[in-house]
């Protein structure tokens, strides 16, 4: 018995091993390409994404550190803060006067701005004494400077002033060496607009607008999206691009923004992103024994994979009862054995799909130019974001939102690089507060990843309206 | 012979031209490798993408001891294994009830399957129950050494072969009594 059993077991692996042991079959034409596409990466890749990789690292310490030591810089000198209020009246007029000897500290700064300063700030000197002596609680005075169109307060040597971004379309603001800040409110409804009228107070009356010259701002953001994949390559993908559609998603995070001079911009910092697509109507039934199903062109489709291809990787189903068809119009997903009844009843539904999602950690880089300011500050952006893949998982259309996905997507490549270009719509809440609105289109560098056995390569780009605000340190 | 000792110089300098060469004529045997240790069409092609890469890279350890075919086929296979090793459960499985008696029906069924079939039918087995049994069957492979190889005990290996084994013939069985219905 035992020896007829063994003949038997020889006898059907001999079998077997006789049939599939010289097994040859062609594989798809387009593994070859793969393969050299992969071939050609390896001698690229490693040098490619270490250097920008360090490049952006190092540009985000040197960013980092630059800021910290303007930023301390700044706040051990808050010597003086100037500023200046709109005038109603325009019938004063510049007159010089001598510096007041007995003040060391006005004098250094005085000497630095030009006379018609000097002016007011002796003014000031002199009206703060006759205030204390009519014990009045003032200690400002007006002073109104000739200025350009442009807003650039006329002095002799004004060239000296650097202007800073305005706290709004009326207020500009100039820095004076060492620190120092004049404010200079440019009365829109003034009856003459190109004169300013000048006040200059003590700094602790108005040490919130020294504040507002810092380079350096922090900002929070959420951003709305419409994510959509770009399909590049020649051959067919063997499925119809129809049944993928786009899907809404987010971004979020946060970041640092560093002001290199008066039009340029760096950006940087750490976001959150999703992006995705839908793949819809899939047909599904239920087989005990996985009979076999034929495609449109009567052909029996004999395999079944426990995996989907799609334009974004492939879907390994987490339910080992789940296998998966491909047929020239529509994806079929078939359920074998013991199988959760719910997933089926979803599946069921009309019009049920499956949705991809993404989700990647970012980290961006990007410069932004001043274009104009009216009341709102408007800038052109441009950059590069390094995205890494923290994961990919699949739910099923109408069982979103949900914690439960029936499945991950594979083949995608865990890094990538995303161009991102768009407006930035800048608006002062407070002096340090501001309102961010930028309508914002990013689309990834490279192909999302190896899709297998397709010649197709998917690069996933989005519509997407950051909104948040940033604030001044 | 000095036609492959020439497109593996070739390979050795990168040549994309030879690389060419050699991925035409091994590319479809060493498909059928892939799609034996494969569950599906796409593992088998990204084993057999991920496993010429392999070879492009590790050629230059070839010494020509052996066939260049065989050394090639041991890379697709590690490659299998590689893929499906996180796969595998380091639990004993208590042994399998052996019934493996074909009976002549059975036998003439196996014998009227094509290659393609059959293939079908290893494919549809769970990932541990295929590795062992292509391992087992296909390349003669000894329990101690497969066990050692997936890092599983011996009786695993030989409760898995004939699990798999039990699987393939109800499959067969089914088939047979469904081509029966069919006549």
């Given at each position: 018995m035992k020896k007829r059993f063994r003949e038997e077991m020889n006898k059907f692996d001999n079998e077997i091993k006789r049939k599939l042991k010289d097994l040859e079959v062609e594989p798809p034409q387009e593994i070859w390409s793969a393969i050299e596409n992969r071939l050609d990466n390896k001698q690229k890749a490693p040098v490619f994404f270490w250097r920008k990789f360090a490049a952006a690292a190092a540009l985000l310490i040197l960013l980092v550190s630059a800021s910290v030591f303007y930023f301390s810089r700044l706040f051990t000198s808050p010597q003086v803060a100037d500023s200046a209020i709109p005038s109603a009246d325009s019938d004063q007029t510049s007159t010089k006067q001598t510096l007041s000897p007995q003040n060391k500290e006005a004098t250094k700064i005085i000497a630095s701005v030009g006379d018609d300063m000097i002016a007011s700030h002796n003014q000031l000197l002199s009206d703060r004494e006759n205030a204390t002596a009519k014990n009045s609680a003032s200690t400002t005075n007006e002073k109104v400077l000739p200025t350009h169109?442009?807003?650039?307060?006329?002095?002799?040597?004004?060239?000296i002033l650097e202007k800073l971004p305005?706290?709004?379309?009326y207020i500009n603001t100039y820095k004076l060496p060492n620190n120092r800040i004049v404010l200079a409110f440019n009365s829109p409804?003034?009856?003459?607009?190109?004169r300013l009228k000048t006040i200059i107070t003590d700094q602790n009356n108005d040490l919130a607008f020294s504040m507002a010259s810092s380079a350096l701002s922090i900002s929070g953001y959420f951003a709305p999206q419409q994510s959509y994949r770009f399909q590049y390559g020649?051959?067919?993908?063997?499925?119809?691009?129809?049944?993928e559609s786009e899907i809404m998603s987010f971004a979020t995070g946060l970041n640092i923004n560093y002001k290199l001079n008066n039009r340029w911009e760096l950006q940087s910092g750490l976001g959150y992103n999703i992006i995705g697509q839908r793949v819809n109507d899939i047909a599904s039934f239920s087989h005990p024994s996985m009979m076999p199903l034929y495609s449109n062109d009567g052909n029996t489709i004999n395999s079944h994979p426990q995996r989907m291809s799609t334009s974004m990787g492939g879907i390994v189903f987490t339910d080992q009862s789940l296998y998966f068809a491909d047929v020239s119009s529509t994806r079929i997903i078939t359920l074998k054995g013991s199988y959760d009844e719910s997933i089926v009843n979803l599946l069921n539904k009309n019009g049920t799909g499956l949705i991809q999602q993404f989700e990647y950690l970012e980290l961006p880089l990007s410069a932004r130019y001043k274009?104009?300011?009216?009341g709102v500050t408007v800038y052109a952006k441009a950059g590069v974001i390094a995205n890494y893949l923290l994961s990919g998982k699949v739910y099923l259309m109408d069982n979103?939102?949900?914690?439960?996905?029936?499945g991950h997507s594979v083949g995608i490549s865990k890094f990538n690089f995303t161009g991102m270009s768009g407006l930035a719509f800048s608006y002062p809440l407070t002096n340090r507060m501001q309102l961010n609105l930028e309508p914002t289109a990013t689309m990834f560098?490279?192909?999302?990843?190896?899709?297998?056995?397709?010649t197709n390569k998917t690069y996933p780009y989005s519509w997407s309206v950051y909104m948040g605000v940033s604030y001044k340190l | 012979m000095d036609k492959l000792q020439e497109i593996v110089d070739g390979c050795l300098e990168n040549k994309r031209q030879s690389q060419s060469e050699l991925y035409k004529l091994f590319a479809a045997k060493m498909y059928g490798v892939c799609l034996r240790y494969a569950g599906n069409n796409f593992d088998a092609q990204d084993i057999l993408q991920d496993g010429f890469v392999k070879v492009f890279e590790n050629l230059?350890?070839?010494?020509?001891?052996?066939?260049l075919e065989g050394w090639m086929k041991r890379i697709f296979i590690n490659q299998a294994l590689d893929r499906f090793r996180s796969k595998i459960t380091h639990l004993s499985v208590d042994e399998m009830e052996e019934?493996?008696?074909?009976?002549d029906k059975e036998a003439s069924a196996l014998d009227s399957l094509s290659e393609k079939e059959i293939l079908n039918l290893i494919q549809e087995l769970p990932d541990q129950y295929r590795l062992v049994f292509n391992l087992y069957v296909?390349?003669?492979?000894q329990h101690q050494d497969i066990a050692k190889e997936l890092n599983i005990g011996v009786s695993t290996s030989r409760s898995n072969l004939a699990r798999a084994k039990n699987i393939l013939k109800e499959k067969i069985e089914i088939q047979t009594n469904w081509i029966e219905k069919a006549i």
């Amino acid at each position: 018995m035992k020896k007829r059993f063994r003949e038997e077991m020889n006898k059907f692996d001999n079998e077997i091993k006789r049939k599939l042991k010289d097994l040859e079959v062609e594989p798809p034409q387009e593994i070859w390409s793969a393969i050299e596409n992969r071939l050609d990466n390896k001698q690229k890749a490693p040098v490619f994404f270490w250097r920008k990789f360090a490049a952006a690292a190092a540009l985000l310490i040197l960013l980092v550190s630059a800021s910290v030591f303007y930023f301390s810089r700044l706040f051990t000198s808050p010597q003086v803060a100037d500023s200046a209020i709109p005038s109603a009246d325009s019938d004063q007029t510049s007159t010089k006067q001598t510096l007041s000897p007995q003040n060391k500290e006005a004098t250094k700064i005085i000497a630095s701005v030009g006379d018609d300063m000097i002016a007011s700030h002796n003014q000031l000197l002199s009206d703060r004494e006759n205030a204390t002596a009519k014990n009045s609680a003032s200690t400002t005075n007006e002073k109104v400077l000739p200025t350009h169109e442009n807003g650039f307060v006329e002095t002799p040597s004004f060239h000296i002033l650097e202007k800073l971004p305005s706290l709004t379309s009326y207020i500009n603001t100039y820095k004076l060496p060492n620190n120092r800040i004049v404010l200079a409110f440019n009365s829109p409804v003034s009856n003459t607009p190109n004169r300013l009228k000048t006040i200059i107070t003590d700094q602790n009356n108005d040490l919130a607008f020294s504040m507002a010259s810092s380079a350096l701002s922090i900002s929070g953001y959420f951003a709305p999206q419409q994510s959509y994949r770009f399909q590049y390559g020649s051959g067919s993908s063997g499925f119809s691009e129809s049944l993928e559609s786009e899907i809404m998603s987010f971004a979020t995070g946060l970041n640092i923004n560093y002001k290199l001079n008066n039009r340029w911009e760096l950006q940087s910092g750490l976001g959150y992103n999703i992006i995705g697509q839908r793949v819809n109507d899939i047909a599904s039934f239920s087989h005990p024994s996985m009979m076999p199903l034929y495609s449109n062109d009567g052909n029996t489709i004999n395999s079944h994979p426990q995996r989907m291809s799609t334009s974004m990787g492939g879907i390994v189903f987490t339910d080992q009862s789940l296998y998966f068809a491909d047929v020239s119009s529509t994806r079929i997903i078939t359920l074998k054995g013991s199988y959760d009844e719910s997933i089926v009843n979803l599946l069921n539904k009309n019009g049920t799909g499956l949705i991809q999602q993404f989700e990647y950690l970012e980290l961006p880089l990007s410069a932004r130019y001043k274009l104009f300011e009216y009341g709102v500050t408007v800038y052109a952006k441009a950059g590069v974001i390094a995205n890494y893949l923290l994961s990919g998982k699949v739910y099923l259309m109408d069982n979103m939102p949900s914690d439960n996905p029936i499945g991950h997507s594979v083949g995608i490549s865990k890094f990538n690089f995303t161009g991102m270009s768009g407006l930035a719509f800048s608006y002062p809440l407070t002096n340090r507060m501001q309102l961010n609105l930028e309508p914002t289109a990013t689309m990834f560098f490279r192909p999302m990843g190896q899709v297998r056995n397709l010649t197709n390569k998917t690069y996933p780009y989005s519509w997407s309206v950051y909104m948040g605000v940033s604030y001044k340190l | 012979m000095d036609k492959l000792q020439e497109i593996v110089d070739g390979c050795l300098e990168n040549k994309r031209q030879s690389q060419s060469e050699l991925y035409k004529l091994f590319a479809a045997k060493m498909y059928g490798v892939c799609l034996r240790y494969a569950g599906n069409n796409f593992d088998a092609q990204d084993i057999l993408q991920d496993g010429f890469v392999k070879v492009f890279e590790n050629l230059s350890n070839f010494k020509w001891n052996g066939s260049l075919e065989g050394w090639m086929k041991r890379i697709f296979i590690n490659q299998a294994l590689d893929r499906f090793r996180s796969k595998i459960t380091h639990l004993s499985v208590d042994e399998m009830e052996e019934n493996l008696e074909l009976t002549d029906k059975e036998a003439s069924a196996l014998d009227s399957l094509s290659e393609k079939e059959i293939l079908n039918l290893i494919q549809e087995l769970p990932d541990q129950y295929r590795l062992v049994f292509n391992l087992y069957v296909m390349e003669g492979i000894q329990h101690q050494d497969i066990a050692k190889e997936l890092n599983i005990g011996v009786s695993t290996s030989r409760s898995n072969l004939a699990r798999a084994k039990n699987i393939l013939k109800e499959k067969i069985e089914i088939q047979t009594n469904w081509i029966e219905k069919a006549i």
